[in-house]
């Protein structure tokens, strides 16, 4: 009965050394699915996370465009505007000029049903032919300060133009 127990002992340590060794295959061969399983998922992962940042990237340079485009065209706009601005304030100042060495003279219309007279003029000035309404000139300090008005005016319009031609472009209608 010895040797049938070792014989039995025998086959029975075989056999769990064939135990061990096929739990030990199992292990090994799941081990390397799952890691080839993971490796695919991150690969998977850094594709996907490039993709994004490729993306974002692009975006961002198309918003880098967008804002240099509208830099360029305010800059643009602002020169117009300067020059426009610049424009008007010399002619301004050369209207002046001219008011003030009497070169020009400012006049108004008079109102002849107003002032009680009859619309049509009788005779005319020793100076010319002058017909039409009556016109009386005006002080050339007085004029100045019109002229000085209306430069204010135009250089507010001048303003609310570039305003509106910012306020446009940046809200994208036309």
Same mark, same amino acid.
């Given at each position: 009965?010895?040797?049938?127990?070792?014989?039995?002992?025998?086959?029975?340590?075989? !056999? &769990? $050394?064939?135990?061990?060794?096929?739990?030990?295959? =199992?292990?090994?061969?799941?081990?390397? +699915?799952?890691? /080839?399983? #993971?490796?695919?998922?991150?690969?998977?992962?850094?594709?996907?996370?490039? !993709? &994004? $940042?490729?993306?974002?990237?692009?975006?961002?340079? =198309?918003?880098?465009?967008?804002?240099? +485009?509208?830099? /360029?065209? #305010?800059?643009?706009?602002?020169?117009?505007?300067?020059?426009?601005?610049?424009?008007?304030?010399?002619?301004?100042?050369?209207?002046?000029?001219?008011?003030?060495?009497?070169?020009?003279?400012?006049?108004?219309? #008079?109102?002849?049903?107003?002032?009680?007279?009859?619309?049509?003029?009788?005779?005319?000035?020793?100076?010319?032919?002058?017909?039409?309404?009556?016109?009386?000139?005006?002080?050339?300090?007085?004029?100045?300060?019109?002229?000085?008005?209306?430069?204010?005016?135009?250089?507010?319009?001048?303003?609310?133009?570039?305003?509106?031609?910012?306020?446009?472009?940046?809200?994208?209608?036309?």
């Amino acid at each position: 009965m010895k040797i049938d127990a070792v014989k039995w002992g025998g086959v029975l340590l075989v !056999n &769990l $050394a064939l135990m061990a060794g096929s739990a030990w295959a =199992a292990w090994a061969w799941q081990a390397n +699915a799952y890691g /080839q399983q #993971l490796a695919a998922k991150e690969a998977d992962h850094q594709t996907e996370r490039t !993709n &994004l $940042a490729n993306a974002n990237s692009a975006q961002n340079l =198309a918003e880098q465009g967008k804002r240099l +485009a509208l830099e /360029q065209w #305010l800059a643009a706009s602002d020169q117009a505007h300067y020059r426009t601005l610049t424009d008007e304030k010399t002619k301004q100042a050369r209207l002046r000029d001219r008011l003030a060495t009497a070169d020009l003279r400012l006049s108004v219309k #008079l109102d002849a049903a107003g002032t009680g007279c009859d619309a049509v003029q009788t005779t005319t000035g020793a100076g010319g032919v002058v017909y039409g309404a009556r016109r009386a000139q005006l002080d050339p300090a007085h004029a100045q300060r019109i002229i000085g008005i209306t430069g204010d005016g135009d250089q507010g319009l001048i303003a609310l133009q570039a305003c509106q031609a910012y306020a446009k472009e940046v809200s994208g209608t036309k």
